[in-house]
């Protein structure tokens, strides 16, 4: 008996994670995030999209290989609340990319309270790094980067969609804000500040305060 795509995703929706093994819970974990729309860990959908191929659950150890041989390569992962990991590793010639969960938006499975937007602001008005923030164009988030470069949606011509879990979504638009200005030449870096050493630390804030 064959199974659709989406009866695969259901069913490893229902499959309780303590039945399985850390590995198997791994496979699982992965299998759903590829599969589920907006990559929420909680109130997941099925989604599908004409623009690329689908994840086949037969290739997860091939794209699991082909991460690993990138991460491979001078890549440091820490296991750090998000403002200690920016704080190690602050340096002029350090360029921070951070991507935290989106004001307002449910399904992250962590509580991302507006506080942590604020501290994000204020260590972006006094490190020594270039820090880039993506998030969801809201008020409450304008007026906490206030001051910053904020490149809207029509500059981007980036929209996103998040489910609300009754197979409706809601279009809303992006914001990129960062303590520098991104359009002027040579905004990141000049050629010997990249000759001589240039970190790239991406931050994502799905783990609990530790």
């Known amino acids: 008996m064959a199974f659709s795509s989406r009866q695969i995703f259901e069913w490893a929706k229902m499959t309780k994670p303590e039945t399985l093994t850390d590995i198997q819970r791994a496979a699982r974990f992965y ?5 589920a729309f907006g990559g929420k860990v909680d109130g997941q959908n099925y989604g599908t999209a004409t623009t690329a191929p689908m994840p086949s659950i037969l290739r997860i150890e091939e794209h699991l290989s082909a991460a690993w041989v990138r991460l491979s390569q001078g890549t440091n992962v820490e296991n750090l609340h998000w403002l200690a990991c920016m704080k190690r590793y602050d340096r002029p010639h350090t360029f ?17 309270g507006f506080q942590e937007y604020q501290d994000m602001a204020n260590f972006m008005r006094s490190c020594e790094s270039k820090v880039m923030v993506s ?6 988030i ?9 490149l809207d949606g029509e ?3 980036i929209k996103y969609s998040v489910g609300n879990g009754q197979a409706k979504s809601k279009t809303s638009q992006e914001l990129v804000i960062c303590n520098f200005d991104p359009m002027k030449p040579q ?24």
């Open 31 to 35: 299998y759903l995030q590829h599969h």
């Open 96 to 112: 921070i990319y951070a991507d935290p969960p989106y004001w307002e938006t449910e399904g992250y499975g962590v509580e991302f």
């Open 135 to 140: 998030i969801n164009d809201h008020p409450e």
């Open 142 to 150: 304008r007026k906490a980067y206030e001051g910053f470069v904020i």
């Open 155 to 157: 500059q981007l011509g």
């Open 187 to 210: 905004a990141f870096f000049s050629p010997i500040a990249l000759s001589k050493s240039c970190q790239l630390l991406l931050l994502s804030f799905f783990s609990k305060r530790g």
